[in-house]
């Protein structure tokens, strides 16, 4: 502990001293009560019993006057002189907007100046810019850090809980933000505005809200002329990173390409702190005319089209403070209603037009899929009735055919074989098929198992055994294997392969006998034995011719 107090004199946490850092990076200069309002809202609700505002102010806001007081012993911040009720008035140093882009996860240049001087002149601005941003945010309480106070303490803090939300954390806040007509980002030129706040909130659906505050001493004709300085920085374009040029404000700052369906410029939002001699009730209506050519959109079907045009709203800062963002406190010009922010911002009228376009669209639709589903369906139906209606039926029992019985029978492909019955169904043929078969001889009846030779049918003349043509006898398997010869090699072919043995010996004999003096060659004898002299030939050279 003695390290800690050595470090942080004060006794401040790193809580407290990191809401310092997030709140003054984001406002740049603030009182500790509004850095205490911002940071920790749950002390809002304690020190109840103490006897004045006064005391109640300074112990809740003891724990982050310990922390700038720390700060400022590492130079991270300093005393900016005070407000018109005597408020001391804190900014950061520039190594405390250093330390500060770390918490606010900003880029250095992006941070812009320390504020110094601002509490010269009492700092009415950017005290009215610093009650906007609370008015906007409306920070919640933690609950989980109230269980050890009293039950009025933690009835009040769940009020303010169960109250409307606002837009956005600290961190979606901007403040004194330059946004050069000409020149750069971080070298602005002449004819430029500077926003008093701009708002990121896209998950709270606000993508961009640039927000100006007045305390009531501008006319309606300096307002104009803040506002033709925005009109000029939305219409300025610059080349992005892939060459092309866009609005320059696209390259800072993220937002949909269309709002609410129109290609236009972000919305601008006048907050009047009435402070000064100048009544908003008649600034507001003489401004709408002097900027009607910047925000007054064109007529279409059933909604206005705001292309090129800047929504430009209006609301009192005491309005703002009590209802929040949700409340129908907001007024866009040429409007005759008040509405809540997002509607004051959106084109509602447009997008229930184009949400009833999109519903007819999807009625269509769907009925068009019916109405096709239908058809497909009917021809369908057609088609099954007529191929039905098609569908063979059995010459035997008049049953008709089934799928697959009447593909085989009209299959006609080549490859395919034709079917030997097409006219019966399968049991009708199955029965015709058997009563053709012939009843087997009682020699096939006690046949013994064919021979491995006759089961390799690849290349035999008869794959099946043969019956004779003339007794209709089965061959047997010696006379089957002899026709079976397709003459390669040194045995002959059989001169007779559709008889059997025994009608190929009697064909032989009947011939023979009819035809005595036939000149067929017969059968050539077998060759005499070896063994057997051969007659010596008696020479017949032409010297033995002389000789004789």
Request: aromatic share 6%; glycine share 8%.
């Amino acid at each position: 502990m003695a390290g800690k107090r050595k470090t942080n004199p004060a006794g401040s946490t790193n809580s407290y001293r990191g809401d310092v850092l997030r709140v003054l990076g984001a406002l740049k200069v603030a009182t500790t009560d509004q850095i205490q309002r911002i940071g920790a809202p749950h002390l809002t609700f304690r020190h109840a019993d103490k006897p004045t505002p006064s005391k109640q102010k300074q112990a809740r806001t003891a724990s982050h006057t310990a922390a700038l007081s720390d700060m400022r012993g590492h130079g991270l911040s300093e005393n900016g002189g005070s407000t018109e009720t005597g408020d001391s008035l804190r900014n950061l140093t520039p190594k405390g907007l250093q330390a500060a882009s770390y918490e606010l996860q900003r880029p250095v240049t992006e941070m812009g100046s320390t504020a110094r001087g601002a509490g010269s002149s009492g700092a009415s601005h950017p005290m009215a810019v610093n009650e906007t941003v609370i008015a906007m945010l409306r920070p919640k309480p933690n609950m989980a850090r109230l269980t050890k106070d009293p039950a009025e303490v933690r009835a009040a803090a769940q009020a303010a809980v169960d109250a409307p939300d606002g837009i956005g954390t600290i961190a979606s806040y901007w403040t004194e933000v330059p946004l050069p007509a000409t020149g750069t980002w971080n070298a602005p030129g002449k004819g430029g505005a500077q926003a008093d706040i701009v708002l990121t909130a896209p998950q709270d659906r606000v993508p961009l809200l640039f927000i100006e505050v007045d305390n009531c001493h501008e006319t309606a004709e300096e307002l104009a002329d803040k506002l033709e300085k925005y009109a000029r920085f939305f219409r300025r374009k610059v080349k992005d990173t892939d060459g092309r040029e866009r609005p320059m404000w696209r390259t800072r700052w993220n937002a949909p390409a269309t709002w609410s369906g129109d290609a236009i410029h972000p919305p601008v939002l006048l907050v009047f702190n009435r402070i000064g001699e100048r009544n908003p009730n008649r600034t507001v209506p003489r401004l709408m005319e002097l900027t009607r050519h910047l925000w007054q959109g064109q007529r279409r079907k059933g909604f206005h089209d705001y292309d090129g045009r800047i929504p430009i709203i209006a609301t009192g800062l005491n309005q703002l403070r009590e209802h929040g963002p949700a409340g129908p406190v907001f007024l866009r010009f040429g409007r005759d209603h008040k509405q809540h922010l997002w509607e004051a911002i959106g084109n509602p009228r447009r997008e229930a037009v184009e949400a009833r376009a999109r519903e007819e669209t999807a009625r269509a639709q769907e009925e068009h899929r019916a109405k096709v589903q239908r058809a497909a369906q009917e021809q369908a139906a057609k088609q099954a009735a007529e191929r039905e209606a098609r569908r063979p039926v059995c010459a035997g029992c008049g049953e008709k055919f089934t799928d697959e019985r009447w593909q085989v029978a009209q299959a006609t492909d080549w490859g395919t074989p034709k079917d030997s019955h097409p006219q019966l169904c399968d049991s009708c043929k199955a029965g015709a098929v058997a009563s053709a078969v012939p009843t087997p001889s009682r020699q096939e009846e006690h046949q013994e198992p064919l021979p491995d030779w006759a089961k390799q049918t690849d290349l035999l003349r008869f794959p099946r055994r043969p019956r004779c043509t003339e007794c209709k006898a089965a061959f047997t398997d010696e006379r089957w294997k002899a026709v079976n010869r397709t003459g390669w090699g040194p045995v002959p072919m059989e001169a007779r392969p559709t008889l059997c043995g025994d009608c190929d010996r009697r064909y032989d004999t009947d011939w023979t006998e009819a035809w005595p003096d036939d000149p067929r060659p017969q059968p050539k004898e077998q060759p005499q034995e070896q063994d057997q002299a051969v007659p010596e030939q008696r020479k017949t050279g032409w010297f033995s011719r002389l000789r004789g």
